[in-house]
C-alpha cells in the first residue's frame, strides 16, 4: 500500500464536540472506557465493500455520479487490488477496525467458476497482506448470489438445480476465503430466495432446498475448521417481492422447522426490520429472546419510502435503541456494526466517505454513552421488572413452571376480586428517555 488515494486526509482524531476541526469524531473516543470496556470494543464498527468501493450511486433513474480515482472502471485485477489499497487506507484514516465484503465485490467474474476462484484467490492473497499492515480484521464474508442473471430464479431455492450447484460452489468458496481472512463470522442474505409470483412458484420446495443448502454449507463450514458465527440476514422483499426470511420471527421459526436452530444466528439491519414494518428494536428483542442476536447491520431507511435506502445511520434514538440491546446482552461476540450504508446520490465526492462514516460512529458513540446512562440510572428497566412482579410471586411461578391445570386457574379466578390494573406509564417512560438521553452526565 504505498500510493496515496486520500493525499487530503490524515487520520481522524477524537477532538470533542466543541472542536471546529470539519474531519473529526466530536463522540466517538475510541479508547474512552464505558462500563469497563473501551468504545472501540463496545462499537466494533465495520465498513462494508460493496457500497463504499463498488456503488456508484447510481439509481433507476439516473447515472453513477461517485468520484472514484482510483478506479479505472475495467474488471482487471490491478483494478481490483488498487480499489483494495484505496479501501484499506479509507478504513486506516477513518479507525474503522473492522470489514465485510462480497467474493464478487472483491475480485471480477470469470468466465468459469475456476476462474473466478483464480480472481477470487488472487485478491484474498492481496487483502491478508492489507489486513497485516494495518491491523484491520473482517467482520464477515458473504457470497453474492443475487447479481447475476443465472440467480434470478433463486439460488438455492432456484426451480433448476444447476443453479443450486453454482451456489453451492460459490458458498464454499466465500466460506473457506472468509476463514482464510481469520473472519469472525460469515453472512447469508438470501436476496433472491424468494417469488416473484405464486403462480409458478413451489414454495415448500423452494423452503426444503434453502435448508438443505444451509445445512450443507453448515457442514462444510465445520469440515474446514471454521468455527465462527454464521449468519442469517432476515429482509421481507427487494429484490423479490417476498423473501423466505422475511423478519427475524419468520427466520427462526424456519431455523426450527428444519433443524437448524442453534447453528445460524441473525444478522439484524435496521433498514430490513422496516421494511418488514417492524422497528429495530422489535427485531432485535426477537432475536435476543432466542438467544440468536449475532451481529448488525447499521443503517436506516427513510420515513415514507418503502424501499432499502440504506442511509448511514444518524438518528440518536436509534442508536441509543440498538446500544440498549448490545449492553442488554452483554456485548457482541465475533458480531459488529456493520455500516451497510450508502452516501445519497448527491455526496459524490471521496469526502463525503469520511462524513457519512463519522457522523455514523458519532451517532453510535453518542447512543453508547446515552445506553450506559439509562442502564446506571435504572429506572426503566426497575419499572418493567415491577410491572411483571406478579409472575415472581408463588403462584406466578407455578403456573410458569406448568404446576396449575386451565382449570385451577379458572377455579382461582372466582375467589379473587378483579385489583385495579396500573398504569403502563408509556409518556412518563418516555420522559424519562429523553432526559437521560439529553443528560451528559
Ligand atoms: C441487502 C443486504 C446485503 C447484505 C449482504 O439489502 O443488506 O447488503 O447485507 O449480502
Ligand atoms: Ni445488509
Ligand atoms: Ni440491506
Known amino acids: 500500500m504505498t500510493l496515496e488515494h486520500f493525499p487530503k486526509i490524515s487520520q481522524v482524531q477524537f477532538c470533542g464536540s466543541d472542536s471546529a476541526q470539519l474531519l473529526s469524531f466530536r463522540q466517538y473516543n475510541p479508547s474512552e472506557m464505558i462500563d469497563g470496556r473501551s468504545m472501540r470494543d463496545h462499537l466494533r464498527f465495520a465498513a462494508c465493500y460493496w457500497h463504499t468501493m463498488r456503488n456508484g450511486l447510481s439509481d433507476p433513474f439516473g447515472l453513477a455520479t461517485a468520484q472514484m480515482p482510483w478506479d479505472d472502471g475495467s474488471d482487471s485485477i490491478h483494478n481490483a487490488k488498487r480499489r483494495a489499497d484505496a479501501f484499506f487506507e479509507f478504513l486506516k484514516k477513518c479507525q474503522i477496525g473492522f470489514w465485510c465484503f462480497h467474493d464478487r465485490d472483491l475480485a471480477p467474474e470469470g468466465k468459469s467458476t475456476t476462474e473466478s476462484e483464480k480472481n477470487l484467490d488472487e485478491l484474498i492473497a492481496h487483502v491478508s497482506i492489507l489486513q497485516q499492515q494495518t491491523g484491520v480484521k473482517l467482520l464477515w464474508g458473504t457470497a453474492n448470489l443475487f447479481s447475476h442473471p443465472r440467480y434470478m430464479h433463486g439460488a438455492a431455492t432456484n426451480p ?44 415448500a420446495q423452494e423452503r426444503e432446498h434453502l435448508a438443505r443448502f444451509l445445512h450443507l454449507a453448515a457442514d462444510h463450514a465445520r469440515v474446514i475448521g471454521f468455527t465462527g458465527q454464521l449468519l442469517i440476514e432476515p429482509k421481507p422483499h427487494e429484490p423479490s ?168 386457574c379458572a377455579l382461582m379466578a372466582r375467589q379473587i376480586s378483579v385489583s385495579t390494573p396500573s398504569s403502563g406509564r408509556q409518556e412518563m417512560l418516555e420522559g424519562i428517555l429523553n432526559e437521560l438521553i439529553l443528560s451528559q452526565r
Open 241 to 408: 417481492t417476498h423473501q423466505y426470511d422475511s423478519d427475524a420471527e419468520a427466520t427462526l421459526n424456519f431455523l426450527r422447522e428444519f433443524g437448524l436452530f442453534g447453528k445460524f444466528k441473525l444478522n439484524i439491519e435496521t433498514n430490513h426490520a422496516t421494511l418488514a414494518g417492524h422497528s429495530m428494536e422489535h427485531e432485535l428483542s426477537v432475536a435476543m429472546s432466542a438467544n440468536s442476536l449475532g451481529s448488525i447491520d447499521a443503517n436506516m431507511g427513510t420515513p415514507g419510502l418503502g424501499w432499502d435506502t440504506d442511509r448511514f445511520p444518524t438518528d440518536l434514538y436509534l442508536t441509543t435503541h440498538i446500544m440498549l440491546a448490545v449492553l442488554g446482552m452483554g456485548g457482541f461476540q465475533g458480531g459488529g456494526l456493520n455500516f451497510d450504508a450508502k452516501r445519497r446520490r448527491e455526496s459524490f465526492e471521496p469526502i463525503d466517505l469520511f462524513h457519512a462514516h463519522i457522523v455514523g460512529m458519532d451517532a453510535f458513540a453518542f447512543g453508547l454513552k446515552a445506553a450506559a446512562r439509562i442502564r446506571a440510572d435504572g429506572r426503566i428497566m426497575r419499572f418493567v421488572q415491577e410491572r411483571y412482579s406478579s409472575w415472581s410471586t408463588p403462584l406466578g411461578i407455578e403456573i410458569t413452571t406448568g404446576e396449575k391445570t386451565l382449570a385451577e
Open 160 to 203: 433448476s438445480v444447476e443453479s443450486f450447484l453454482f451456489a453451492a460452489a460459490q458458498v464454499k468458496k466465500a466460506l473457506e476465503v472468509t476463514h482464510l481472512l481469520g473472519g469472525e463470522s460469515y453472512v447469508f442474505w438470501g436476496g433472491r430466495e424468494g417469488y416473484t409470483t405464486l403462480l409458478n412458484t413451489d414454495l
